[in-house]
């Protein structure tokens, strides 16, 4: 399958300060990307979905200018967490996918973000 | 009601034995099927994607939809202890606010155990 590779794998940043999470498509244009947080033992929430030169659409209760999501091009979106708080350490995982928007979706290997 | 239901789990299986994983879904919109398997802390790695009725084999895994009942299944044969990780479903809808989203279950977490 397609590769996506998301970086940092793991980051621990004092309160307050902001993360930024890279997620690249190495091998194929990602016209759409999706980010995900995932708690433990629970399945992926979707946060927002971008599409690449779009602002990001944003899901319910996704706070957005804490969340801040860039698609400036077809191989790379940002993730940048701002002002972290110990409530914003999760797993963070990215997935991408090419063509159209019926077809299946790659994921990054995630980031783990502890805000201490 | 979620859109999508999944067992938890955990399941618990002996080496070499057939696994069942299950989920069922309420959203008619929803065309497009997949399996992932997540190792812990790690991204989902996509196992299978279906968008018909019917069986589809790949190797030890056979994904199964039955879209008049919405339920769609993933059967793993000869299970192997490697085979241990957390199993997602996941849809895409055709239409309306499920449109291009990747919806998932809950996730299965499954041990085989030599």
Known sequence: ??????HPSWVICKSGTSVKIECRSLDFQATTMFWYRQFPKQSLMLMAT???????????GVEKDKFLINHASLTLSTLTVT???????SFYICSARGGSSNTEAFFGQGTRLTVV | QKEVEQDPGPL????????????????SAFQYFMWYRQYSRKGPELLMYTYSSGNKE?????????????????FIRDSQPSDSATYLCAMIGAGGTSYGKLTFGQGTILTVHP
């Open chain 1, 1 to 6: 399958g397609a590769v996506v590779s998301q």
């Open chain 1, 50 to 60: 971008s599409n690449e030169g779009s602002k990001a659409t944003y899901e319910q």
């Open chain 1, 83 to 89: 002002s972290a708080h110990p409530e914003d350490s």
């Open chain 2, 12 to 27: 618990s299986v002996p080496e070499g034995a057939i696994v069942s994983l299950n989920c069922t879904y309420s959203n």
């Open chain 2, 58 to 74: 790949d190797g030890r895994f056979t994904a199964q939809v039955d879209k008049s009942s919405k339920y769609i299944s993933l």
